[in-house]
T-cell receptor, first 116, second 112 residues
Framework: EPEVTQTPSHQVTQMGQEVILRCVPI?????FYWYRQILGQKVEFLVS????????KSEIFDDQFSVERPDGSNFTLKIRSTKLEDSAMYFC??????????????FGPGTRLTVT | GEDVEQSLFLSVREGDSSVINCTYT??????LYWYKQEPGAGLQLLTY?????DMKQDQRLTVLLNKKDKHLSLRIADTQTGDSAIYFC????????????FGAGTRLAVHP
């Protein structure tokens, strides 16, 4: 069964460093998302991406964050200068569509980011 | 505003039914979802319901939606120890490119 994959599973970085989190969405999906879950808190929406551009972003997704689909399979989240409060589990998700019968949004296993 | 609330903990005996409840505030919700998260794992989509439906059944899972009260529930019949996990309720907002708004999650503990 197709699934969303994410690498690495755990990333440790020092404050101020840049990190890139990688995701491979399900192959026929067109909509891509990043969410994060700070330990003990709710899963929060960061950004949605369609047709090679951001379709919506949350207040969390400030200038330190960027997303890219560098090729036909990968979807990346970059944090330019990490802060301690960026420590969280980051989930990538994808869906076939945003309408009709394809509202199912499938999540990857997550990347745990630890900023020291 | 957009908000989803869930009770934080539920404990049931193996073989009993579990009912996990959720309330949401946004009346423009289109789809409502239930996700399961096992320890150290990602979010597994269990089921979802369109906002113009009242009920959806899928094997041991029954979703009930009361749109007037903005109340969603997930019933798990014949609960097993493998059902122990955190269950998240989520809503998608019409016109929001399907971003999901999650509740805090209900931890289900199944004991013998």
């Amino acid at each position: 069964e197709p699934e969303v994959t994410q690498t690495p599973s755990h990333q440790v970085t020092q404050m101020g460093q840049e990190v890139i989190l990688r995701c491979v969405p399900i192959s026929n999906h067109l909509y891509f998302y990043w969410y994060r879950q700070i330990l003990g808190q709710k899963v929060e929406f960061l950004v949605s991406f369609y047709n090679n551009e951001i379709s919506e972003k949350s207040e969390i997704f400030d200038d330190q964050f960027s997303v890219e689909r560098p090729d036909g399979s990968n979807f990346t989240l970059k944090i330019r200068s990490t802060k301690l409060e960026d420590s969280a589990m980051y989930f990538c998700a994808s869906s076939e569509s945003s309408s009709g019968d394809s509202y199912e949004q499938y999540f990857g296993p997550g990347t745990r980011l630890t900023v020291t | 505003g957009e908000d989803v609330e869930q009770s934080l903990f539920l404990s049931v005996r193996e073989g009993d039914s579990s009912v996990i409840n959720c309330t949401y505030t946004d009346s423009s919700s289109t789809y409502l979802y239930w996700y399961k998260q096992e320890p150290g794992a990602g979010l597994q989509l269990l089921t979802y319901i369109f906002s113009n439906m009242d009920m959806k059944q899928d094997q041991r899972l029954t979703v009930l939606l009361n749109k007037k009260d903005k109340h969603l529930s997930l019933r798990i019949a014949d609960t097993q120890t493998g059902d122990s996990a955190i269950y998240f309720c989520a809503e998608s907002i019409y016109g929001g490119y399907n971003k999901l708004i999650f509740g805090a999650g209900t931890r289900l503990a199944v004991h013998p």
